[in-house]
């Protein structure tokens, strides 16, 4: 298996645009998660699906952000319009369910850059 | 409220030294325990879990449910242990919080 595969690896965009960022789960796994990493603020957890059903976008910072599933290997995060604040590296994460120590797999991440 | 902590940003000692990273967490039940790691240019990765009870890259945690702490150990660092080092518990629901994270330079 190839592992968790994210597009792009960087994107640059301007204030304002739209950013669609891309994620191919591990085939099987029926979790899915979104973490954005910075350095003021560590790794956070944005959203995570279960069988593509999102069951806490608590972490999603405003409306701005929104996370699709619409099939089991296929997720996207798109920021609608961004800012640069936005600025991080996106990782997408997979897990396999049944045990609670089954372990998140990464994805290499998206590093966006927002001028 | 649910919380991990790693209180140090930066962690540099000398090759050979032992090295211990901290870890605590506050949660209500008893969540999983995991380490995960990034070196340089790599993707975050699965270092170690509690359940496993298992030494990997010679790196060990115990969990102390007293102290709510799962600290990460190594008797000798080694130069190519340089990294970042996340402590992740998993709470119901497979909902994992990560740490601040914690760099670790070993200095040859």
């Known amino acids: 298996d190839a592992g968790v595969i994210q597009s792009p690896r960087h994107e640059v965009t301007e204030m304002g645009q739209e950013v669609t960022l891309r994620c191919k789960p591990i085939s099987g796994h029926d979790y899915l998660f979104w973490y954005r990493q910075t350095m003021m603020r560590g790794l956070e957890l944005l959203i995570y699906f279960n069988n593509n059903v999102p069951i806490d976008d608590s972490g999603m910072p405003e409306d701005r952000f929104s996370a699709k599933m619409p099939n089991a290997s296929f997720s996207t995060l798109k920021i609608q319009p961004s800012e640069p604040r936005d600025s991080a590296v996106y990782f997408c994460?997979?897990?396999?369910?049944?045990?609670?120590?089954?372990?998140?797999?990464f994805g290499n991440g998206t590093r966006l850059t927002v001028t | 409220a649910q919380r991990v902590t790693q209180p140090e940003k930066l962690l540099s000692v000398f090759k050979g030294a032992p090295v211990e990273l901290k870890c605590n967490y506050s949660?209500?039940?008893?969540?999983?325990l995991f380490w995960y790691v990034q070196y340089s240019r790599q993707r975050l990765q699965l270092l170690l879990r509690h359940i496993s009870r298992e030494s990997i890259k010679g790196f060990t945690a115990d969990l102390n449910k007293g102290e709510t702490s799962f600290h990460l150990k190594k008797p000798f660092a080694q130069e190519e242990d340089s990294a970042m080092y996340y402590c992740?518990?998993?709470?119901?629901?497979?909902?994992?919080?990560f740490g601040a994270g914690t760099r670790l330079f070993v200095k040859a």
């Open positions: 994460a997979s897990s396999l369910a049944g045990a609670r120590n089954s372990p998140l797999h």
């Open positions: 992740a518990p998993n709470t119901g629901g497979f909902k994992t919080i």
């Open positions: 949660y209500s039940g008893s969540p999983e």
